[in-house]
């Protein structure tokens, strides 16, 4: 087999309803499917492959597909963000009495130095990082103090956790 491994990228969000925090899953980079390979010829020979299926061929003469090799780099951060189970999960996000961010936990805390702006409301940190060779607005999704206290309720499920 050319590939080890095919999967996406999810992330857990929290969103706001009725006065309740929903933790709900959606993917990270929409419309990205992620292959891993081992390096040297079998990463060649699965690019030379790929584009021979039909549909590639045709979703690539189209533009409305590009095939983006990854570097070992941006592989290594995604999977600080994502792990085995390729989930970012929720990030804790403390703020003091003055209402600036105080403490941080991963998988966010693994780009502190790129957070360009929080969205406390909307329950996320945007983060700028450069992957494909662009620099790359990563909006990841937290949780804050009222979201613990409250507990949260998992999407699809009738119980709080």
């Known amino acids: 087999m050319l590939y080890e491994e095919c999967f996406v990228i999810y992330q857990e969000r929290i969103w706001?309803?009725?006065q309740r925090?929903?933790?709900h899953v959606e993917t990270l980079f929409?419309?990205?499917?992620?292959?891993?390979?081992?390096?040297?010829?079998?990463?060649q020979a699965l690019l030379e492959q790929l584009k021979q299926?039909?549909?590639?061929?045709?979703c690539l003469g189209r533009g409305d597909l590009?095939?983006?090799p990854l570097m070992k780099e941006d592989g290594d951060f995604l999977m600080r963000l994502s792990g085995k189970e390729h989930m970012v999960r929720l990030s804790y996000v403390g703020k003091d009495d003055k209402g600036q961010?105080?403490?941080v936990s991963e998988p966010l805390l693994a780009c502190r130095g790129q957070i360009e702006r929080y969205q406390f409301k909307k329950r996320y940190a945007m983060v700028r990082h450069r992957?494909?060779?662009e620099d790359r607005a990563i909006v990841m999704g937290i949780m804050l103090?009222?979201?613990?206290?409250?507990?949260?309720l998992y999407e699809g499920e009738d119980c709080i956790q």
């Open 53 to 58: 299926i039909p549909v590639v061929q045709s």
């Open 30 to 43: 929409p419309g990205c499917v992620f292959l891993t390979c081992k390096a040297g010829q079998k990463k």
């Open 145 to 152: 103090k009222e979201d613990e206290d409250r507990k949260l």
């Open 66 to 68: 590009t095939l983006l």
């Open 16 to 18: 706001r309803k009725q």
């Open 21 to 23: 925090s929903v933790v």
């Open 131 to 133: 992957l494909w060779g």
């Open 101 to 103: 961010v105080c403490q």
